[in-house]
Every structure is written in C-alpha cells, then in structure tokens.
C-alpha cells in the first residue's frame, strides 16, 4: 500500500515568487522522512506539492516531477482529486468537520467516495480508529460531536479520518505544534505505528520531535529573505544530528541560527 516518492528538479511558485527552487529527493516506502528549517524556507509549500494542494492557491504553480510509484502527478492524464485520495494530509490545527459527530468526521470521504453500506462504514471507522489509537476513549460516544474531544483527541480524529480513504502517503504539517507534551506524545507514538503501512512525510520545528519520529531528515535553508528556499542536505536523522554534510545544517541544528 504505502508508496515511494521521487521528486525531480522541482521549483515552486506563487504568481511570480519562486518559494522553493531546484528541489529533488526519494522517500522510500514506509518510512518517516522529516522537514526541518527555518520560518520560510519554504517546507510548508514543497509539501503541498506532494499531493497537489499547492495549486489550489491563486497562482499556486509547479515546474519539475513527483512521482509516486514511478507516476508523475502533475501528468495531464492525472486527476489531482484522485492524487489527494491517495496521498493525505492532517494539518497543523486539528480541523474535525465542526457541525459532524465523531463518527461522520471519520465516514466523511468514505461517503464522498460513494461508501453507503452501513456495516462497510461501521467496519472503516473503527478501524481508523483503532489506527490512531482514539478508539477506546470515543467508542461510547461515537454520536457525539467531533469538536467536543480534547486538542489531541481532535488530531487524532484527523488522522483517522485521513487514513479511513486508505492513503498510500500521509503529510503532516506540523502536527503536534497545538498540541500539549501528552497529546504530542500520543501522536509520535502513532506516526512510528502508522508507518508500517504508510509512507509518511512531516514538517515540523521541533527538532527533538524530528530526532525521535524520523528515519530520514531534510533541511532546508533560504540563501537571503526573498531568495527561493532550497533543499540543502538530506539524510539519515542519526546522521543529520550527529555529523551532518553541510555546515548550514550543522549551524541550524546546534542552533547558531534560524
Ligand atoms: N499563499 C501564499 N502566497 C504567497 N506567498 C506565500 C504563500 N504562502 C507562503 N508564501 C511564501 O512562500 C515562502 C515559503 O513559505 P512556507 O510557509 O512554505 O515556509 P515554511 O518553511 O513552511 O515556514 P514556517 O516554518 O514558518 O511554517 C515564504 O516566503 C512565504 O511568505
């Protein structure tokens, strides 16, 4: 199910600004790859590219290939709707469907993508469910609404909800970032169970976090403010935080700026 990623000289725009210049890099099957960097490099944007939300935004625009499982995404041929079925998203803000229960926010794109058997939608739910391991703290209450469930509770949900369509990749823009120590520890937890199924890609400012949830680290670096933000080295994590390559990522990670 999970699939690999290869993106090829990618440049990413907003109307005439290049945010993100000359990208390339592989994300193997499975794994946990982190973005680090500083405000503005652009890891935010570059992500979106990972399953065409960046072109959503008014000028959102994108030169160069991704490829996932050898198939480019920005191929004419290719239905960006389809992509983001298969590659999904949870936010930085838990976003639950406010008005919906708790169950409807997990059945939600189970329904959208034509699912009506009551029994299939029970099955998927509590599944998901169980995969973001919220299961046993919302199974009496299932009828309940969504937004009434604790910050992490609520990203929980919307990881399960992004897994019940059953993604191949999973992004995360900084998951944890409105989330108490507990609940992101909750959620670490569960991005290492995940990634036995899924290829899972995350940004995220707290290095420590990229220490312990990845297996591969990317950093990013702005040459001057204006400038496109390019990828600068990518590794291992033990590597990125032990002995990296370049010194910009050995200056960032022992926090001599950025
Ligand atoms: N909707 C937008 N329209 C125009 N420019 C944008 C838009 N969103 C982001 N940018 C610009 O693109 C560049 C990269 O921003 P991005 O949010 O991707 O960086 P980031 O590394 O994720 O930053 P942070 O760590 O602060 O979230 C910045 O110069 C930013 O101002």
Redesign the pocket.
């Known amino acids: 199910m999970a699939q690999r990623i290869d993106v090829k000289d990618l440049n990413v725009y ?2 005439a ?1 290049k ?2 210049e000359g990208v390339s890099m592989s994300v193997e099957p499975r794994t946990v790859t982190a973005f680090i ?12 590219t990972l399953n065409r939300m960046h072109e959503v ?1 008014p ?2 625009r994108v030169e160069g290939s991704v490829l996932l499982n050898g198939r480019d995404l920005y191929d004419k041929n290719v239905d960006p709707v389809a992509v983001r079925r298969t590659v999904g998203m949870v936010f930085q803000r838990p976003n639950p469907f406010p008005t919906m229960s708790i169950f409807d926010n997990v059945a939600a794109g189970l329904r959208l993508n034509g699912e009506k058997k009551k029994k299939v939608l029970e099955e998927r739910v509590e599944k998901s469910l169980r995969g973001a391991n919220l299961w046993n703290e919302v199974k009496d209450r299932l009828a309940k609404p969504g937004a009434g469930l604790s910050g992490g509770q609520q990203q929980r949900l919307c990881i399960a909800r992004a897994i019940a369509v059953q993604p191949q990749v999973l992004l995360m ?2 998951p944890c970032s409105a989330l108490d120590p507990i609940s992101t520890m909750a959620v670490e937890d569960l991005i290492n169970e995940l990634k036995t199924d899924y290829t899972i890609v995350i ?1 995220t ?1 707290n290095m420590q976090q990229a220490a312990r949830v990845s297996d591969r680290t990317a950093f ?1 670096n702005l040459a001057a403010t ?1 400038k496109p ?1 390019r990828l600068i080295e990518i590794n291992d994590t033990d590597k990125i935080f032990s002995n990296p390559t370049e010194k910009a990522t050995e200056d960032y990670i022992s926090g001599r700026f950025g």
Do not use: Q
């Not at 960097?37 to 979106?48: D, M």
């Open positions: 907003y109307s600004f945010a993100v960097g500083p405000s503005g490099c652009g890891k935010s944007t570059f992500l979106r935004i000028g959102g823009d900084e940004v400012h990013f204006g933000g």
